[in-house]
Each structure stands twice: as structure tokens, then as C-alpha cells.
């Protein structure tokens, strides 16, 4: 079983890994479209409104690290 995955351009290894994200004081996440945005004011039950947005975790590509 694979779980690490590249994007097309080849600089940042994707893992399955998810962390959630509180947003700013005075903020609220927005999730439209499986994407997150943020939206001034707190937080409130309304369509589209998350309470921490869900993130994937990334890695600079091996190929790309300096040399240690």
C-alpha cells in the first residue's frame, strides 16, 4: 500500500496525514468546492461553514533536500 503520493511538480511529497486548523480569532472557515477559505466574523452553523478546516501534510521531496 502506497500512502505517500508526488504532485506534478515534483518538489513536495503529500501524505495521507491530516491536521486540523482553528482559524484566527475573528475568523471562520468556509469550505467550498473542497476548498477552505477564510471569512471574517466567528464562527457560526451556516452553509459552508466549518469549524477547523482539514489540511493534508507535505514534505519537501527527498531530490530536494541539501545535503547533510
Known amino acids: 500500500m502506497n500512502t505517500l503520493k508526488k504532485n506534478k511538480g515534483g518538489k513536495l511529497t503529500v501524505s495521507n496525514k491530516k491536521v486540523e486548523v482553528a482559524p484566527p480569532k ?34 519537501h521531496a527527498e531530490k530536494n533536500k541539501p545535503n547533510k
Open 26 to 59: 475573528g475568523y471562520h472557515w468556509m469550505e467550498d468546492r473542497g476548498r477552505y477559505f477564510l471569512m471574517q466574523g466567528e464562527y457560526a452553523e451556516h452553509p459552508g461553514a466549518v469549524d477547523k478546516a482539514e489540511f493534508k501534510t507535505a514534505t
